[in-house]
């Protein structure tokens, strides 16, 4: 998919939710996501699968402090510390069109995207083993690792705990059909 600039407006964001509705555990019922966004003075707030994606619309401050906001309602309303890793619309688009996997020809449903809270260090990331999980492979590019999982991202050990604590941030991943849904909606709320 691709989608032109000027299509994405500004004010436009995601919201990539960590641990939510995943194996029954931290269960967060959609419409109260949604509501948990529009008390924090967003509009147009969407969601798109029971995983915790959230494209939403926010005035000129912009929507990258809304992820803290975000995270300490969640618990304050259901007790769950999540993590929420927020990128513009114009972000998004940059990262969908910058995979250097896609340019090679992977299978797409191989591909998978993990968004990092913060950037890495250089030196943490010329750390990491290229060979840590033979067949699979990796990308730090900015605040993305994009990986390409032949054999299914289940059986890798390109794990986010394995990010998380080399890198010495939060990462949560996306497959790269939901990084594309999440392209669609946030240029339809353009």
């Given at each position: ?92 688009q940059k990262i969908a069109q910058g995979n250097p996997f896609v340019a ?87």
């Amino acid at each position: 998919m691709t989608t032109k600039n000027s299509s994405i407006a500004t004010g436009v964001n995601v919201a990539l939710l960590r641990g939510i509705n995943v194996g029954g555990k931290n269960r967060l019922p959609m419409q109260e996501l949604v509501a948990l966004f529009v008390d924090a003075g967003c509009e147009d707030v969407r969601t798109y699968i029971q995983s915790g994606n959230v494209v939403f619309r926010t005035g000129p401050a912009g929507g990258e402090d809304i992820s803290s906001v975000i995270s300490a309602s969640i618990l304050d309303h259901f007790g769950y510390r999540v993590p929420v890793v927020v990128r513009t619309a114009r972000e998004l688009q940059k990262i969908a069109q910058g995979n250097p996997f896609v340019a090679a020809g992977a299978e797409k449903d191989k591909l998978h995207v993990m968004f990092l809270a913060e950037l890495p260090d250089s030196a943490s990331v010329e750390a990491l083993d290229p060979e840590r999980s033979p067949g699979d492979e990796f990308a730090v590019m900015g605040r993305e690792i994009y990986l390409h999982c032949p054999n299914g991202v289940a059986r890798s050990k390109l794990t986010n705990s394995y990010f998380d604590s080399r890198l010495s941030t939060t990462s949560t991943s996306r497959n790269w059909r939901t990084v594309q849904k999440l392209l669609e909606l946030a240029a339809a709320a353009s």
